[in-house]
């Protein structure tokens, strides 16, 4: 990798993959054919992209059974024990509805309910992701939300993947679906014969996946558009070489188009990584994806000092942000815009990925200037509670048929009037 002086005029950002126009009419198609057809579509989609004939999509009870018998304990007690982990900390996020009662009697609160029903896309194939499952389902649990359903793509014997089964199984989840792809998203936003209807649709995918979420928005609520996988490390000459370099290759084995990129005020430190990053990259099992994200999509920046590193993250607003500096949480309260946080040597990405607890369903490409990582909040919705005594109206009533008026809603305006005893006045 090669090291560059950090500059204002450098661009940090990389455009969101839209996918091409051919990919949006597809999924444009199967969207309109499953909203149409339901399950026959589901099922002529699920052969052409599968190749799997399902007789019953919905996974038995016998299934899920079977597949928990043939994980390990020590793999379902991992579950358990990052599951536990993912709900305490998701547990202090709960809000409640709240009340006030005003001195003229009027009351004024929030109502705070679950969404009724979330679904949760889990990638299939050959690799599972149990995580996703653990991420996208625990806060909506958490919040109440009654109904979760899970989607994810046959395997070619028309099974899912037994970790993912009882990952599952673990949290109580029991109405899954083995299919996949945009006809997954069009079922679970429009339903089908088989598949009710949600309010919600999580959980990541490819870019027919993404495109279909982005498709069915309005019609149910997403979590985000999410890009590929990122983390931005911002380091002075405390730092590590190998550490570093370590966790620049956790980022980019996930994808060619996923961007690893170290800020350093350190020149030293930064021809250090470069060299591990090469020489860890020898010996990684999914070098070709990684050197290509490394070569592509990620960067070694050397800043003139803290202030500009920091200025070179806000900007970059990135998913993942690691802190390798002397004093971490010195640094880390100039820091407006990441995902996550994770601060000090001994905090490597995947401890949030799978372990800690924070959800690692995270803003991607600078999003994290605005929004935030999936939390319980993201399945309940807010009703405003408005009771107005007669007192207040009274005192008030005047002033809000004025109000009205400047907006030219004369029957807004009369509409307080008449509770004044002045609806004469327009008779």
């Given at each position: 990798m090669n090291v560059t002086p950090l500059s204002s005029h450098i661009s940090l950002k990389r455009s969101l993959d839209q996918g091409t126009s051919n990919q949006r009419r597809s999924v444009e198609s199967i969207l309109a054919d499953v909203k149409a057809q339901g399950d026959e579509a589901v099922a002529r989609y699920t052969k052409q992209f599968d190749g799997v004939e399902l007789a019953d999509r919905r996974v038995s009870a016998a299934e899920t059974a079977a597949a928990l018998e043939r994980v390990s304990e020590e793999t379902k007690a991992l579950i358990r024990e990052a599951a536990a982990n993912v709900r305490d900390f998701h547990e202090r996020q709960r809000q409640e509805t709240w009340i006030t009662t005003k001195p003229d009697g009027t009351i004024l609160g929030q109502k705070v309910t679950p969404l009724d029903a979330a679904g949760v896309y889990v990638p299939g194939g050959r690799a599972a992701y149990p995580s996703s499952i653990l991420m996208n389902v625990i806060p909506?649990?958490?919040?109440?939300?009654?109904r979760i359903v899970m989607v994810s793509p046959p395997q070619p014997d028309g099974s899912l993947n037994d970790t993912v089964l009882a990952t599952a199984a673990e949290l109580?989840?029991?109405?899954?679906?083995k299919v996949g792809g945009a006809q997954a998203v069009a079922a679970l936003a429009y339903g089908t014969e088989t598949i009710a209807p949600v309010d919600k649709?999580?959980?990541?995918?490819?870019?027919?996946?993404?495109?279909a979420k982005q498709l069915v928005y309005g019609t149910v609520d997403i979590d985000m558009i999410a890009g590929p996988s990122e983390v931005v490390i911002l380091a002075d000459e405390s730092g590590h070489g190998d550490f570093i370099a370590?966790?620049?290759l956790s980022q980019a084995e996930h994808d060619p188009m996923s961007?690893?990129?170290l800020v350093t005020t350190s020149r030293e430190l930064a021809e250090e990584t470069a060299a591990e990053v090469e020489r860890q990259l020898q010996t990684l099992p999914k070098e070709a994806i990684a050197r290509e994200a490394i070569e592509t999509h990620s960067a070694i920046y050397t800043a003139a000092d803290m202030d500009e590193g920091v200025w070179a993250v806000n900007e970059l607003a990135p998913e993942h942000?690691?802190?390798h500096t002397a004093k971490p949480w010195e640094v880390m309260s100039r820091i407006r815009h990441a995902g996550a946080i994770f601060l000090g040597e001994n905090s490597s990405e995947p401890v949030g990925d799978y372990f800690a607890g924070p959800n690692h369903v995270l803003p991607t490409n600078g999003t994290a200037r605005f929004s935030s990582p999936l939390n319980v909040e993201d399945f309940t919705k807010k009703s405003s509670i408005i009771s107005y005594s007669e007192r207040a109206l009274h005192e008030h009533?005047?002033?809000?048929a004025a109000f009205a008026r400047l907006e030219d809603l004369e029957a807004h305006a009369r509409a307080v009037e008449l509770r004044l005893g002045k609806d004469e006045e327009h008779e």
């Open positions: 909506a649990q958490t919040a109440g939300v009654e109580g989840i029991t109405e899954i679906y649709i999580t959980g990541p995918g490819n870019i027919f996946v993404a495109l370590a966790d620049m961007s690893a990129v942000l690691e802190l009533g005047e002033k809000i």
